[in-house]
């Protein structure tokens, strides 16, 4: 572990007591950074960032307050997790997303601009490819967005190339496959009720917390017809983003856009078995239709991470991922 000492400056977390957020937190502290935290506690919650991190309540477009926590806390580079999250509902509420994932996004980059600030990580997505006509999906196959959740996202990595070329500050887009797991050492997990991931989902039904799971499509062309994603183990995912901010720090002049996965899929089936597996559950499933949107597989070349970053994923095992969400979604239970 590092000395905190050795490092040049704090580091600031958007988003920080939510899901990805407060993983990224823990993994940053472990690693020696000083972290600063700023959430407005819409979706995340105080007891899930560590108390080693300095905590601030607050929005990401508040420019008074931002400048304040750049200047007071010694700022040099922020991950921008703060966000919304669920593509049905950026259907349903284009403008929620378009302002708080872009709007918002703009704001804090201009406050960091102003503020100095050299390095900036940023939470983008998958959904940016849209429907991609292949897979593996590299990143610089066209990114078409199916839905306004991918282009709220596409929309703020275009003003981060924009404003890298004009400004001394370089970025970091990390577009992230399907995140899932918890914390090894069960300190945080994914814990916004109402979620609609599917591992969560299935855990969540596995012991007894909703009644069955639906699957969205069983005709597509994948191998058992449902639906194949790319699941990255949360910590590793976090992990990835102090790689990217010493690759950062290292070349100030670069900047990379990243996809976040491993490279290979499991059906919705496989992930249903995995869980009945670990948790002795038989989980009732009920065939759907496809939901609107909903790609046939997915899955991330990450040649680019490999080859830029020493990032190397060490949770890479859908047992693995299965069984942290499980053991979190125990602790869950057991607070209810
Ligand atoms: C989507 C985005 C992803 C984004 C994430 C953020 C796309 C293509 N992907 O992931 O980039 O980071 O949301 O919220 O827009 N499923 C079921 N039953 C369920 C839930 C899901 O069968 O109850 C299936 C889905 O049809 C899909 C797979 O499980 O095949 C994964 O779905 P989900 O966990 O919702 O994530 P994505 O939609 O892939």
Not at 116 to 125: A, D, E, L, N, P
Not at 142 to 159: D, R
Request: glycine residues 8%; hydrophobic residues 45%; contains cysteine.
């Amino acid at each position: 572990m590092t000395s905190a000492a050795l490092r040049p400056f704090s580091v600031l977390v958007t988003g920080g007591a939510g899901y990805i957020g407060s993983h990224a937190v823990l993994a940053l502290l472990d690693a020696g950074w000083q972290v600063s935290v700023l959430d407005n506690l819409v979706t995340g919650f105080r007891w899930a960032v560590d108390p080693r991190a300095r905590f601030h309540e607050g929005d990401i477009a508040d420019e008074v307050l931002v400048a304040r926590i750049l200047a007071e806390d010694g700022i040099g580079a922020i991950l921008h997790f703060a966000g919304s999250v669920v593509v049905p509902e950026s259907v349903a509420d284009p403008l929620k997303y378009y302002r708080n994932n872009t709007a918002n996004s703009r704001s804090l980059i201009e406050s960091a601009v102003r503020g100095g600030v050299r390095h900036f990580i940023f939470s983008s997505t998958a959904a940016t490819y849209g429907t991609p006509d292949s897979i593996p999906v590299r990143e610089d196959m066209p990114t078409v967005p199916i839905n306004p959740y991918g282009m709220s996202k596409l929309m703020t990595e275009a003003m981060l190339k924009d404003v890298a070329a004009a400004h001394p500050i370089n970025y970091g887009a990390l577009r992230y496959f399907n995140v899932a797991g918890a914390d090894p050492q069960g300190r945080t997990g994914q814990s916004t009720a109402g979620a609609t991931h599917l591992i969560k989902v299935a855990v969540e039904a596995a012991l007894g917390r909703r009644p069955e799971v639906a699957i969205f499509g069983t005709d597509f062309e994948t191998p058992d017809g449902t639906g194949v994603r790319d699941y990255i183990h949360v910590s590793d995912l976090a992990d990835a983003h102090l790689h990217v901010l010493d690759t950062l720090i290292a070349d100030p002049a670069r900047s990379h856009v990243l996809n976040c996965g491993y490279g290979r899929g499991f059906s919705v089936l496989e992930v249903l078995d995995s869980v009945d597996r670990l948790a002795g559950s038989s989980i009732v499933r009920r065939m759907e239709p496809r939901r609107a949107g909903d790609p046939a597989a997915l899955i991330a070349d990450n040649s680019r991470i490999l080859a830029t970053t020493p990032w190397r994923p060490r949770l890479a095992d859908l047992d693995t991922i299965v069984a942290h969400a499980l053991a979190w979604e125990r602790t869950l239970a057991a607070r209810a």
